[in-house]
T-cell receptor, first 114, second 116 residues
Framework: AQSVTQLDSHVSVSEGTPVLLRCNYS??????LFWYVQHPNKGLQLLLK??????LVKGINGFEAEFKKSETSFHLTKPSAHMSDAAEYFC????????????FGTGTRLKVLA | GAVVSQHPSWVICKSGTSVKIECRSL??????MFWYRQFPKQSLMLMAT?????????EQGVEKDKFLINHASLTLSTLTVTSAHPEDSSFYIC????????????FGPGTRLTVL
């Protein structure tokens, strides 16, 4: 069965320090993987996606994620947090490439402290 | 990516009335549209998938007669919550995907429905 696990429901970092949001997935096939961000009362914005090209994926706003097949992980990182990064982050897997159905993680709320 | 709008952004209605929510893909031929609902501090729950010109496919446990979905064109889908009750209060989000990008969904800004 396909699944996504976001290991931390809440993460707090100080402004200017690195961000690490963890995501592990389970998929029988070679999946497409995504990170989305959701600010309060807003829709989801695509940060980045992995679709079997380079394993290190660069996204918007300085975020990047590394696909590690051996660890079935797709952790999201950013070198230096900004106050505007405070939001909910969702790791998503589309288990079978070329299909549309998403499996969502439970989300990680990122808090950035001044 | 695609630009997706939803209208209205928020709505308050009385119990027993019906509410229609529109989802528009502004610059993208959306062959498939999705409707989700999201409860506070929770992840998104897929309600239904609609393909242009076809009947929607509903997820298990979602009442077809209560949540009417129409996808009449490549740029517009509507969700009608019929005979709304307070338990239908939620954040409803649509997303789109198309032939140019079948594995990436682009999300609308959401509609906050409050049923009194």
């Amino acid at each position: 069965a396909q699944s996504v696990t976001q290991l931390d429901s809440h993460v707090s970092v100080s402004e200017g320090t690195p961000v690490l949001l963890r995501c592990n997935y389970s998929s029988s096939y070679s999946p497409s993987l995504f990170w989305y961000v959701q600010h309060p009362n807003k829709g989801l914005q695509l940060l980045l996606k992995y679709t079997s090209a380079a394993t290190l994926v660069k996204g918007i706003n300085g975020f990047e994620a590394e696909f590690k097949k051996s660890e079935t992980s797709f952790h999201l990182t950013k070198p230096s947090a900004h106050m505007s990064d405070a939001a909910e982050y969702f790791c998503v897997v589309s288990p079978v490439r070329g299909t549309y159905k998403y499996i969502f993680g439970t989300g990680t709320r990122l808090k950035v402290l001044a | 990516g695609a630009v997706v709008s939803q209208h209205p952004s928020w709505v308050i209605c009385k119990s027993g009335t019906s509410v229609k929510i529109e989802c528009r893909s502004l610059d993208f031929q959306a062959t498939t549209m999705f409707w989700y609902r999201q409860f506070p501090k929770q992840s998104l729950m897929l309600m239904a998938t609609s393909n242009e010109g076809s009947k929607a496919t509903y997820e298990q446990g979602v009442e077809k007669d209560k949540f009417l979905i129409n996808h009449a064109s490549l740029t517009l889908s509507t969700l009608t919550v019929t005979s709304a009750h307070p338990e239908d209060s939620s954040f409803y989000i649509c997303s789109v995907t198309g032939e140019a990008s079948t594995d990436t969904q682009y999300f609308g800004p959401g509609t906050r429905l409050t049923v009194l």
